[in-house]
Nanobody, 122 residues
Framework: QVQLVESGGGLVQAGGSLRLSCAAS????????MGWFRQAPGKEREFVAA?????AYADSVKGRFTISRDNAKNTVYLQMNSLKPEETAVYYC??????????????????WGQGTQVTVSS
């Protein structure tokens, strides 16, 4: 049984930083895309960052967020700097079961974590 467990969310002031972690169990994702998405109340889930053979970022987070992975720990991270109040959302980790070009589409990810709340105060 595959599980993705996020941690590291919390409350931070605008301009602050948080580091999210996502630990996978049940299978190895070292060759598969893993990504971060976020969903604010009343809004659709949106792509934040993904890592596979390449790395991809949403335009809104480029230069401030960094995605990385530790294959030995089957874990992916999201370092978030210079956070903005509008980035308050539930952040979800996701993993794809298939290999292929890196994807920014939520529907192409097969496994999801339960989400971790990130709240950025102004």
């Amino acid at each position: 049984q595959v599980q993705l467990v996020e941690s590291g969310g919390g409350l931070v002031q605008a301009g602050g930083s948080l580091r999210l972690s996502c630990a996978a169990s049940g299978r190895t994702f070292s060759r598969n895309d893993m990504g971060w998405f976020r969903q604010a109340p009343g809004k659709e889930r949106e792509f934040v960052a993904a890592i596979g053979g390449l790395v991809a970022y949403a335009d809104s987070v480029k230069g401030r967020f960094t995605i990385s992975r530790d294959n030995a720990k089957n874990t992916v991270y999201l370092q978030m700097n210079s956070l903005k109040p509008e980035e308050t959302a539930v952040y979800y980790c996701a993993a794809r079961s298939r290999l292929g070009p890196i994807s920014v589409v939520p529907g192409e990810y097969d496994y999801w974590g339960q989400g971790t709340q990130v709240t950025v105060s102004s």
